[in-house]
Every structure is written in structure tokens, then in C-alpha cells.
């Protein structure tokens, strides 16, 4: 249970890292009030609940980094780049810190090393110029309710008593609520002294040990401010909680709250009356507990094993429906027609729940762009377009190394020094695009920028230099541009920590080509450099047209054709080396499948052509004939296999044969050199 | 290529099976199942080492021509014989391959240390692919060296 809770609060605080990076890099661009509450209440969060859940050292330090934010909120710390710089790291140590599994050795030690002393007092010094006017930690809230500063002792620094009554709900223990760190943390603001309160605990026979029955009276001397003591419980919220001040100073009409938790309002407790003119700050963890019944967490090795079996399911239905067409009765069909539409909702929901905007990585490489941008001493501006594209999980987790190294070339190689840029006429700051599309069975994600474009001349030296190209080669820019994705080809001339280790491009080639994309780059030189990536929508179950070539049998994607049409007998007859068709009033060029791929030549009759789109240009592919179509199961071509140009995978049909699946962008760019109008083999 | 994995498992059960009626003896240890011949469905552009690709149970599976590596000639039929399915490495990868043999004779146990290298003029097969001789009875059984006979070709694909 306690576990579980752990693990709960483990990946709620990732998602919260997550957000605070992005919520930083856009406080950067445009401060807001509601992202610094967000940030706030997230750092409040992480901080709370790790005190909670044993990752006392993280809260320890988040504390340091919440202060400097309820700074931020109330207005006494600007929003400036040396701030934000401080918060990337500083939430990088929290990663860190998160990275470490909780309280021990390890996090005492990075706790107490260089890196978070540096930070830490980097915040202190943020903190503490400020705080001139108002306490050091809770100076905010107070700055907000001038009415509050009643409460506000009249030296800091004296101490203050609390008597504190608490009793956690009967189920906290179960739900992973550690009152001992709650207690610990309690003695972290002063010297505290208890007693125990077990009027509540029942005889031995009805006991349950995992219920809460224990409460505690706690006393605090404290120089801190209620607020420090009522933060100790905030995730205790539905505890039975009283905290008054034992203080002459301190008259009754400092609201002696009833904390008792209410439901509905969970988050009452430790916002005063007059906090709660900050907007959000009450809404907290009512938000957090409402997402969680909106949505669950599912690890996607079970969404791998659901996909497995999916697609099983899709051949053995594809089986059934060859053994109804043999049998021929009509009942037994319509249970077929049902299973298949049955089948199809469920590949069709599976599908969708694997899928995910491409902004999730994204998000990320705006890190990427502002880290290496101050390291490199350029200035560099990151634009995306299109993230709400929708690509399979599986792809986006294996496309994010390579994109990252990708920006990475962009920021180092291609844009030019401001100074440089400026001396040719250009504005200063560069600009990095990310952008995504969809493109019939493709996704397209590029990256483009407007630097100073791949130099044609250095990579002819640098490939005749490593073997990649003979010296008298005759290649045209195109050409020798698509030789960066060669194994071991690298232009930097000065090699960078960045990149430059010449392992870059060929990397990101084996990455895409192992998806079935495919990468092309275009630059020119002077005005910059794009690469795009094309990349499958799914690798798992695709919807397909089976054709029939000779006695095989292929399978078209769907996603790729746009109609099929009766092939025209005079044409079929032509040996003249034209081979174009008219479809209406368009003329379609046309590629024989039987030629491509080597089959003894035995012109039938009545032959179809599947009219397919790719890179925008259509195309026909003669085939025998149109056998229907279905789903689809992908299944990957071996090393022995892998490399021939126009095959995408293999299937098993309904009657047990094997299938090969038609790549149609990788066939057309292939049948084009073929025709010797393309790029020549490199080697 | 090294051998090391091979050496790590030495086979000690040796599955015997004829090609144009000379024995040849692959490890157990890596034989997955034997099923009858079927036909594949052919890959085209693939070359004459991978010809085809067959259905082993819902797993597609390519087809190795054995005889074109050893430099047999071609079979008569395609339909006849025995198909082998057995897990090859490549890469710390592990693949299912597939490969027809005219029949599949026997298992028999086999001291490795009894293996003899085959001498290079007594053979016209890639030297590269025999392990080495054992004696069955009277007979001599050629052994494979699995690890170079199944690489995958070095040259990349060549457009037809």
C-alpha cells in the first residue's frame, strides 16, 4: 500500500518537473501571474507531499526554491533570465533528488553537495534581498494581506509556542501518510515536546493496526510563523488538525482555526482568509485529486502486451473470415461481419490510447534550445508548429534522441555567431523550427534553420577524405548533402562538445530508417538547412489493400492510395519505354510492380492500376489484381531482408501465407534512381 | 565474427540431416523445430542467400538457401524435404531462421573433442562454414560453423 503510494507520489512529482521546466522557459517569455502560481503550487506540492512520502531531503531543498517563488507571487522578486537560469537547475537538482529513491545516504550527500549549496544559496540571496520589508519565508502572503501583518511577530526572530492537536483520518496510514516524518519535520522548526492521545484506540480484540488511532498533542516553540507549521500538515488534510498559539501576544482573535478537514474543500486549512484572494492556491489539490479519477496511469509494457495480442486477434479473425468464405453459411457470416466490426473498434481504441501529440517532446527541447544557446554564446530563438500532431508513443519515445541531437546540429553548426549573423546582413537572432504534420500514412516532423546552410564543397573533401565517395565522383549538391547520414561522416571543424563526434547524422539515419521513416535534407547555402523526417503514424496494425502479383500476394497501405483503376489493354501492350497513363484528365506516370521486382514478365489481362500519392506526386502501380482489403498486422523484416528498398514488413493473411508489405514512398524513390535520374550510390 | 557463443554452448546432441546425400550436423541446442517443406513466399530483389519468407506459427520467418551458400545446386523441388527452423544470434540478437534439407536423419551424441578440422582440399565448400568433421559409424558428418553459414551477406543491397 505504502509502496504504491510512493510510487504515486514518485510519478506525480516527474509530471510536476515536467511542468515546471516548460512552466520556467515560458515565465521567460512572458510573465504571467498564473504561472507563478502554477510553479508555486507545484514546488508547494513537491515539497509537501516528499516530506510525506520519505523524500525528506528533496523537500528540504524545495523549500529553499518555494520561498523564492512566493517571493515572485507577491511581487518582490522580478522575473528576470539570472532567476530562471537558477530555476532550471534548481529543478534539475530536484530531478536529481527524485532520481535517488527517497531519504539516505545519497540524498544526505547531495544534499550537502556543491551543486545544491550553490543553488541553495543562490535562492537564499534572491530571499534574502528582499526580505528587507517582511519576514525571510513567508514574507509573500503577508505582503499580499497587509491586515495579516498583526501576526507577523514584532521580532522575527523571537520565539513563538504552538499547541498543536493531531490526529490523522483513520485510513492515512493505509493511504501512505508517515505521521513520523510529519513529526520530524515538525521538530526541524523547533523544540518540540508531546504527549499521546489514544482515547480513540479500542481493546486489542477490535483492533486494527493499520487504522489511525493515535493522535498527538504537540507543543512548538518556534521562531517561525503559523504558516510554517500549518505547510508540516497541508497533505494531512482530511487529519483531525487544531493548531492554536500559546501567547499572551497573541489574542484569541487570531483565528484559533478548527482545521478539521472538509471534503469538498480540502485545501481550506492552510490558506487564511486572506489568502485566498491568490487565485488558485485554494484549488489545489482538489484539481490534483479530481485529474486522477479523469485519467489513470498504465505502464506501456501492458499497452504492448494489449497491442500483441490485438494483433493477434486481427490474424486469427483475418483466419475465421477465409474459413467462413469456405464454408459459405450465411449465419455464420453475420457473426463474422459482427466480430470483424467488433474487432476493428477495439484496434481502433487501442490505437488511439498509444497515441500521443508530438508536443510532449516538443517540450523538451526548449530545454535543449536554451541550454546550448548560453553555451554556445548564440542567441537562438525555438518556433514550433503542429504539435498537437498525433504519432504512436512507441515512435515518439525512439524519435526524441535523435530530434535533440538534430537541434543540436542546427544550434552548433548550422546558425552562425550573432556577430557573424550580423555581418552578413542578418538578424542576429537565429531561429530554430520544429514543426509536424500529417501527410496521408506519414507523419512529417522537420526541423529548419536559417543559418548558414550545409557547405557542399566541404563535405565532397571531408567524403572523399574518409572513403565515403571516390575523388572523381560526379555529385550534385543534392547528392553530396545526403552524404552527412553516411556512417562516420562529420564536417565540424572544430569538434565541440556539442556535437561533432561524427557518430551524429548516421545515428539518427538507423533510428529512423529501424521505423520505417525515412530522412532527407535540404539546404541551401547562406539561407539555412531542413531535414525532415518522415515517420510511419503507427507501427503496429495498418489498414491494407491486398493485391495480387502473379501468384504473391502484396499488401498496399491504405493511407497511401487514392483509387484504383482498370488498366488500360492498349497501354498494357506498349513496350515503347513510355509509361504514362491517362486517368480523366491527368496524366499518371506508372510503375510496373512485376518488373520491379524481378517476376517473369506474364502480361495478363485485365490488370489494375492502385493510384498512390507520395511526396505530394501521384503515381500508378500495376498490379494483377485487386484482392480486397483488411487490417493489416505489421511484423518486421530481418537483417536479411531489411534493406531492400520498396518492402515495408510482412504479414500472414487469413489462409496462413506470408505477405509483404509495399513501402510506397521507399519504392517510387527507389524505381526514380533506377530510371538513373537520382542521386548514384555513394559507394 | 567470433565464435565465442559458440563456444560457450558446445553442442553436445547433433541433428543430422542430408544434402544431395552428404550428412551435415547442426547443434541441437539451436533447433527450434522441423517442420514438413513448404513453399515460401518469395522476397523479391532479396538475392539468392534469403529467398523467402515462411509462416512458423504466426512468426515470419526467412527462408536460408543452404545449398546456395554451400554451393549446391539447386533443389529439384522446393516441396520436398524437411524445413528446419532453428534460432540463430546475430548481433546479441536472436533471429528464427528457416532452411530446407533433402531429409533429417537422426540426433546423435558427439564428443566435441573428437571434432577434426576439415581439410581444405577435400571439400568444395566454403571453408568457412565447416567446423570442423565428426565420424557417425562409418560415415563422416560435416558440422557447421552456424555463425558465419547464416551471417547476413556483407555487401549491402545492389540495386537489380
New interface residues.
Partial sequence: MIEQATEAFVLEARELLTELEALFLELEDEVSASRIDEIFRALHTVKGSGSMFGYTALSRFTHHFENAYDLVRSGQLEVERGLIDISLSARDLMVSFLDLGGDGPEAEALLASEDVTRIVNQLSGLTGQSCGEARPDQGGAHAVEPGDATCSPAEPHGLRKFRIKFRPALDALRNGMRPDLLLKELEDLGKTSFELEISAVPRLTELDPTDGLIGWVLEVETPEGREAIEDVFIFADDADLTIEEVSEETPQSDDVANLQAEADQPATPVSRPGAEAIPGTVGTPKQTSTAKSESIRVTSSRLDDMMDALG?LV?AQARLEAVCEEVGNSTLETVVEDMQRLVMGLRDATLSIRMLPVESVFGKFRRVVRDLSADLGKDVRLLTEGGETEIDKNVIDRISEPLVHMIRNSIDHGLETAQERADLGKFAQGTVWLSACQEGGEILVSIEDNGKGLDAEAIRRRAIERDLISAEADLNEQDLHQLIFEPGFSTAEVVSSVSGRGVGMDAVKTTIDALGGSINVLSRAGQGTRITLRLPVTMAIIDGLRVRLGE??YVIPLSAVEECVEMDEAENARDSGRSLIQIRDETVPYLELDK????EACPEEGRRVVVVRVDGMRAGLIVDDILGQGQTVI?G?????R?????GG???LGD?????IIDVATLIR?AE??RGQGPR?A? | MTNNSMEANRPDLLLIFRLEGEAFALSVSWVHEILDAQPWAPVPNSGPFAPGLINVRGAVVPVIDIRHRLGLPPARSERTGRMIVFEHVIDCVSHKLAFNADSVEQVIECDLASLEPVPPLGTSWPQECLRGVVRNGDELVILLETETTFAPPTEPFVAA
Fill in positions: 493477434e490474424i504473391s500476394v520491379l521486382f524481378g517476376q511484423k523484416l530481418s537483417i536479411y531482408h534493406d531492400i528498398p520498396g518492402l510482412a504479414t500472414i496462413g501465407r506470408v505477405a509483404l527507389w534512381t533506377r550510390k559507394a
